[in-house]
């Protein structure tokens, strides 16, 4: 077994590392992107997406999360990196079950992690290749061991699922390419549903037209760049188009990428500030693309002078129908199911970066709540709720499981047990939205208060624009 000690581990992911300048520079969004769609292909990943992530229906929360969890996991100081990596574990360990075609898939197999950690280092190299900086054969082989090193952090030590050096590394990739990937339902997803539905970024939510004009365009553009950048053997494998021009198009946009990334000041190609770009109020409007994320706010308002308005929604209630779509069907797939709530309560969990304790608590009283659902809702008993079933009975749900999570999440939420919610505690739940949402001027939030305003918005009774930032 291939053990890596904890000072090997200091020293990959110190000052020098490759691995955490790449993961920091904008277009690591490329590689990842394209990384993704790989894994997808692996059965086991794909059914496990399909089945529980929230990908599709959020994916900018996804992004940030991932985001946030990649630094965590190269993090210089150990103990963070440790505990992020249990914190992973705890999470692929409640994701299992069966896909359509009966087979097993389980989040803590080896050989599926060691593939996602496979793909990412491929696609970062293939990244360098396409964007005009093709690494020599020893950085190739050092940025291999941060990955590897990855691996063996999440597998306690043990990285021998993948090829011990780079030069090996190529064989098992391509045997893993030609015979093990399959055109699975998380693939045409991602480059056919994702691409052309994504919801708006923060920044844009509130300029619908602006972002379904950009979306037609970009959308289709994205999808061809992907495709494009993937190895011809897997396109062949799992008859993926050739678009005419996409190639030409995929090296113009890695190319690009690459030049501003080497040309353009510090700062301007990192991710902190796409993110800032994405959603101002994480950074509180500053950055050297605040001045273009202005003058897109500008270009939107006078959109919205030349367009008919759309009809007024309520941002007091939501009827229960759309109260179903927008909160509880958190995989999008039509109905309600544990994944659901489970979704729910890994984000709170990621938010909050809880230990194991207070995220098993978290977790048993969704679970609780899932099992009151059932009960009052499954009428054909058939393991999940469906929109029609919900709609029907939303009014006399009982609420005895929400006022029980809404009691672990403030446990969880109040970190120096003096039993209020202060506005630094309130704000790390919700990173956005907290002196927009809060009633009764105060800056802190007793038990009863938290409580209740928690069960005003997951019974659909009431908009709030901060639990909409958590969970919708």
């Given at each position: 077994m291939n053990q890596t000690t904890a000072q090997e581990t200091v020293d990959v992911f110190g000052p020098d590392s490759m691995l955490r300048r790449l993961v920091n520079e904008a277009r690591w969004g490329l590689a990842v992107t394209r990384a993704t769609v790989l894994e997808a292909a692996h059965p086991q990943i794909g059914t496990a997406l399909i089945n529980n992530s929230t990908f599709v229906t959020h994916p900018w929360r996804r992004l940030r999360n991932t985001l946030a969890s990649t630094q965590r996991m190269i993090d210089p100081d150990r103990h963070v990196r440790s505990r992020e990596a249990a914190r992973l574990n705890r999470l692929?360990?409640?994701?299992?079950?069966?896909?359509?075609?009966?087979?097993?898939y389980d989040a803590m197999d080896a050989e599926a992690r060691a593939w996602v950690i496979a793909t990412l280092f491929e696609s970062a190299v293939t990244m360098y290749r396409l964007s005009g900086e093709s690494l020599a054969a020893p950085a190739v082989e050092r940025l291999y061991t941060e990955f590897r090193t990855l691996l063996a952090l999440l597998e306690g030590g043990d990285s021998d699922q993948l090829p011990a050096t780079a030069q090996e590394f190529w064989p098992y990739y391509d045997d893993m390419v030609n015979h093990h990937l399959e055109n699975t339902e998380a693939v045409r997803v991602i480059l056919y549903r994702l691409f052309a539905d994504v919801p708006a970024p923060p920044l844009l939510r509130g300029h619908p037209a602006v972002w379904a004009a950009g979306r037609a365009v970009a959308g289709p553009v994205a999808a061809a760049i992907t495709i494009a950048s993937l190895p011809e053997s897997f396109c062949r494998r799992v008859a993926l188009p050739d678009l005419p021009g996409a190639r030409a198009l995929m090296h113009g946009a890695y190319l690009t990428t690459g030049l501003a990334?080497?040309?353009?000041?510090?700062?301007?190609?990192?991710?902190?500030?796409?993110?800032?770009?994405?959603?101002?109020?994480?950074?509180?409007?500053?950055g050297p693309w605040e001045n273009i994320r202005r003058k897109?706010?500008?270009?939107?308002?006078?959109?919205?002078?030349?367009?008919?308005?759309?009809?007024?929604?309520?941002?007091?209630?939501?009827?229960?129908?759309?109260?179903?779509?927008?909160?509880?069907?958190?995989?999008?797939?039509?109905?309600?199911?544990?994944?659901d709530l489970a979704a729910m309560a890994r984000e709170i969990a990621t938010r909050l970066d809880l230990d194991e304790q207070d995220e098993d608590r978290l977790y048993k009283a969704y679970a609780g709540w899932w099992r009151e659902l059932q009960t009052n809702l499954d009428t054909d008993g058939d393991g999940r709720v469906t929109r029609q079933e919900y709609a029907a009975s939303a009014a006399s749900l009982p609420s005895s499981g929400l006022v029980k999570i809404a009691d672990v999440l403030f446990d969880v939420t109040d970190v120096d047990d003096d039993e209020t919610i202060d506005a630094r505690e309130y704000q790390t739940l919700f990173r956005t939205a907290?002196?927009?949402?809060?009633t009764g001027g105060g800056d802190s939030y007793s038990r009863s208060a938290f409580v209740r305003q928690f069960l005003f918005f997951m019974s659909g009774q009431r908009h709030s624009v901060a639990y909409d930032s958590l969970l919708s």
């Open positions: 692929h360990a409640r994701i299992s079950g069966t896909d359509p075609q009966d087979r097993h990334t080497r040309l353009l000041p510090n700062g301007w190609m990192n991710v902190g500030s796409f993110m800032s770009l994405l959603d101002p109020d994480r950074t509180g409007g500053s897109a706010g500008q270009a939107a308002a006078m959109l919205r002078l030349i367009t008919p308005a759309p009809d007024e929604v309520d941002q007091v209630t939501r009827s229960a129908d759309r109260f179903f779509a927008e909160v509880l069907d958190q995989t999008g797939d039509g109905h309600i199911a544990w994944p907290f002196h927009r949402d809060l």
